[in-house]
């Protein structure tokens, strides 16, 4: 069945392609890394950008239990945090959709892109830029997230809501 208004492409996820919108987290060989603890691990070091202290606010280390979603998914909502980055990894091998829009005025659905996050990528959103909520995808899931915490929590998320039918995710 196709949905009615615009499909979103869904794009793999690169550290290129995602760069206006924050970092990609993972372990490759692009990354700075080094052996550690007298050769039994590997550090993958400083992959992203937390950005969370500013204005009295500390980060914060959560899980999210995310469901899979239901598709096609119409994509009705869009939220920011002007106040500091999102990270979020999932803590075990399984992929999930990134959907993102640059950090300004809020994004009609010509502005909106998707990326598949694969199995062991994660993804730090910039202070302000434009997300859906978390989009699990084959089976539930546990996601580590650094965000920001303390002063202005209730003011750390804007959210706007899309035209309903506008825009579409189809797998």
Not at 23 to 51: K, M, P, W
Not at 58 to 74: G, Y
Not at 82 to 93: D, E, I, R, T
């Amino acid at each position: 069945m196709t949905a009615p208004g615009t499909r979103l492409t869904i794009e793999p996820l690169t550290a290129e392609a995602f760069r206006a919108f924050g970092d990609v987290i993972e372990a490759s060989d692009a990354a700075r890394h080094f052996t550690i603890n007298q050769g039994f691990a590997e550090r993958y070091h400083d992959l992203a950008r937390i950005d969370t202290a500013g204005g009295g606010g500390h980060s914060v280390v959560s899980i999210f239990k995310a469901l899979p979603r239901t598709f096609p998914l119409a994509i009705t909502l869009m939220e920011r945090h002007p106040l500091g980055s999102q990270a979020f990894v999932a803590l075990a091998p399984m992929p999930f959709l990134v959907v993102v829009a640059r950090p300004g005025a809020a994004p009609g659905p010509q502005d909106i892109r998707c990326f598949l996050a694969a199995a062991g990528q994660g993804v730090n959103y910039a202070r302000g830029t434009w997300h859906h909520p978390l989009i699990a995808l084959d089976a539930p899931g546990d996601f580590l997230v650094i965000d920001r915490g303390g002063v202005a929590d209730g003011g750390n998320c804007d959210e706007i809501a899309l035209p309903e039918g506008a825009l579409w995710l189809e797998r």
